[in-house]
């Protein structure tokens, strides 16, 4: 008998199969740097962060409208849920599409339906952590910030930070991170990954309650 999943680190952007981004990008009138599932497999093989970090922003780019965000969430959850997954937390990064143009509404919209339609089709439930860029501009990250806190009651939970993690200290965004967990949101960073421990610590320390609570009793836990 298969053991239920869980999955509490997925980044949603990153799960779109070939296939669908090329249909998702011709579909909006994207350009793509290749026009085969093939050739874009192929870019998918990462070879190192930056890498990574440039075929992430390609994808992203192609996703416009609330029916993209939904459907990212939705496949997804089809997925999971082959592989008996009956949570997940999905990691998506909606202040990045928004400097590119696209609505606050249609991506949030979009996210939310597919955690609604991912639980009704799959069985699957899904919450959300959207997160901030550490080289985004701290009024945005603000703005992102009081912005998903309005999305509790239809499946966000929490509130990250990534990128590269020498871009900017974490400190430059306290006050997006202050509004989120004041808003009920837990604080889920990616720290420790790619620097020494020492500013990792650094970084917990600029976004924990100023309380002092420990690692791993708050709202708080690294990722």
Not at 100 to 122: C, N, P, S
């Amino acid at each position: 008998m298969r053991q239920p999943r869980i999955e509490l680190h997925v980044h949603l952007e990153g799960t779109v199969r070939p296939d669908t981004l090329l249909a998702i990008a011709r579909r909006n009138g994207q350009r793509l740097p290749v026009d085969t599932v093939d050739d874009l497999r192929r870019l998918y093989e990462f070879t190192d962060f930056a890498n990574f970090l440039r075929v992430w922003s390609m994808t992203t780019n192609c996703l416009r409208t609330a029916d993209d965000f939904r459907q990212v969430v939705v496949d997804y959850a089809a997925e999971a849920a082959a592989h008996g997954a009956v949570y997940l937390e999905g990691i998506f990064s909606p202040a990045e599409r928004v400097a590119r143009g696209v609505g606050w509404d249609e991506i949030l919209e979009g996210y939310a339906d597919g955690v609604e339609e991912a639980g009704r089709r799959h069985g699957v439930v899904v919450r959300l952590t959207p997160d901030i860029d550490r080289e985004l501009d701290p009024e945005l990250a603000q703005e992102c910030a009081r912005r998903v806190v309005r999305y509790r009651d239809r499946g966000v939970v929490g509130f990250g930070i990534g990128g590269p993690e020498l871009a900017a200290p974490v400190a430059r965004y306290a006050r997006a991170f202050a509004i989120a967990r004041d808003g009920g949101l837990a604080l889920v960073p990616h720290a420790g990954r790619t620097v020494a421990p020492g500013r990792s610590a650094r970084c917990w320390r600029s976004i924990r309650p100023a309380s002092g609570t420990a690692y791993g009793r708050s709202r708080t836990r690294g990722c």
